[in-house]
């Protein structure tokens, strides 16, 4: 018999996915209506990755560990930290809503369509299915576990909605304090816009506001390894008059670092981490021990 | 919504037993073998900087797990390009991943994934094989120095270092390389299986020296020869096709370069598949080590 045909407890299905999910990794988990994507344009909604999509599953984790931020060469968060693990686990959810459910899914592609526009916006989904809130920063944050990576999966399966935080991981106690003192947030502190970094705003009334953010400068500096830096390094080389400096510059470290970052070797693709090193939200998971046991 | 983790527990760690916690985790997430080196293992053997502690500060441990590359059924294949696309599947990596988590989540310690990758020229920040060695999981070889574990012989690894203060496993007491049957070998012929497949004197990458007592007295490794035939469809075989194109002044010439089998396939091994960077096992196909392993139906 189709599993399809038989009578679905939606309540039961979302149990069993969450499970599954946190089971295979994730830290959290989150249900949004597939109409409810109204902020997104037209064209990148669930209903244009999935006709008759019903719900789009999110899941997050993946974050660098304690011990990652605790590394005091930068170069090891250069190489350890990645998405991936949320996407392959996402697939692994649309397989049993299709084989158990037998009702449709597709995992959001987690690469870009044409002009660096996402299938669907990962950091919208996150929010409307309350995994987290934008943040000055710019990543969705969790109250609890920060920053994270996301993965989601658009189905035709009809699950309960989990609903957007009613209120935001960001600005944490921390940075209003801060603010109020200084005026400006951990973060905007360490990347001032103003002074040749990437962010900035105001908090009024507790909450975030008149947020700036200098893409292209962020991209710049967090891309260095990656499908940005081929281009770069390419454009370059496809510049040089010199053919012998052509062929030294392929050879060369960053680009060889390059092409393992960007193929076979799942490792970092954002290597500027300031922002969110310096952010409160998650602070208390970074706190392990250290000493040998008494 | 979120998973709480595990509380932190009230009494102190019985570190015989998380030993086994951990190295029972190791095996769970799909590593064939694990064993734990002490931190300051690490000072008689590298400069500063690239010591455990280097990484993680007040690291204690290194836990370090190996994991199987080609499956028996691969290194009986007929086809040798079937090798080149199929020899590792990234299991050692997969199980580090969860064990740091698992060690951060469950004890409350510090744990990363040791980073085992160049950052510049061929100079990683931590080395696996050392690793290997100090976890007592195997030695080096007369094979391109390659670290083969007893039971086994090649494999992956990778490393876990972390603040937990775990015992250290003892490094072996008896080499794995030379195996007795090379030993003999070498009486006879002046050569191991492996040099013999690729003797450094007619063009091959490997040379050495058996002592009296049955041990590596000497080893040769070329390592740019064999670099330059072991590596032909990962990523240092796109920077040959694409150092070629860029140098390349006839345009007829660099379009059918691009359009090459040889190009097709550095591509495609770069991207979506992911192959194996390493194409000539030709040493480890001779090696008597973890051929056992190797037997099936």
Known sequence: ???????????????????????????????????????????????????????????????????????????????????????????????????????????????????????????????????????????????????????????????????????????????????????????????????????????????????????????????????????????????????????????SSLFTRTLWSMTYANISQGQCFECIRVCPVDEKTRHLKQEPEP | MAQTPSSQPEKPLDLLRVAEEVKSAALGYGADVVGIARAEAWEKYVPEGYRPYDLLPEARSVVVVGARGPTAGAWRSPNPRVMEVVGLDFANDRAIAALAGFIEREYRHYAIQAPGLSVAGHQPPFSYMLAAVLAGLGTRSFAANIVLNPRYGLLYYSACITTLDLPGDPQLEQDVCPHPMCVQTYKHLGRTPCIAACPADEGGCLDGTIDGNGRIDSVYYDRERCTSRAMNFGPVAFQKVLADLVSEEDPTARESKLHSDFSARAISGVSFYKESVAQCFECMRVCPIGRQERKLK
């Open chain 1, 1 to 251: 018999m189709n599993p399809a045909k038989r009578s679905l407890d939606a309540a039961a299905w979302k149990d069993k996915l969450k499970t599954t999910a946190i089971g295979g990794g994730a830290l959290v988990f989150g249900v949004a209506d597939a109409d409810s994507f109204e902020a997104a344009p037209e064209g990148y909604r669930p209903k244009e990755i999935l006709p008759s999509a019903r719900s789009v599953v999110v899941i997050g984790g993946a974050k660098p560990r304690a011990g990652d931020w605790r590394s005091p060469n930068y170069q090891h968060m250069e190489l350890s930290s990645t998405n991936d693990r949320m996407t392959a686990l996402c697939m692994r959810l649309a397989h049993t809503i299709e084989r158990e459910a037998g009702y449709y899914a597709v995992v959001v592609p987690p690469g870009v369509d044409e002009g660096q526009r996402p299938f669907l916006s990962l950091s919208l989904a996150a929010e409307l299915a309350g995994c987290g809130s934008a943040s000055l920063a710019g990543p969705v944050l969790h109250p609890e576990h920060g920053f994270m990576y996301f993965a989601a999966l658009v189905t035709t399966l009809p699950l309960s909605p989990d609903q957007p935080l009613t209120d935001p991981a960001c600005p944490a106690p921390e940075c209003i304090a801060m603010y109020e003192e200084q005026g400006r947030t951990p973060c905007i502190a360490v990347c001032p816009i103003g002074d040749g970094g990437c962010l900035g705003g105001s908090i009024e009334d507790g909450r975030w506001t008149g947020r700036q953010y200098d893409r292209g400068r962020c991209m710049a500096r967090v891309y260095n390894y990656w499908g940005p830096a081929f281009q770069k390094v390419m454009a370059e080389v496809l510049q040089e008059p010199d053919k012998e400096r052509r062929r030294m510059m392929i050879h």
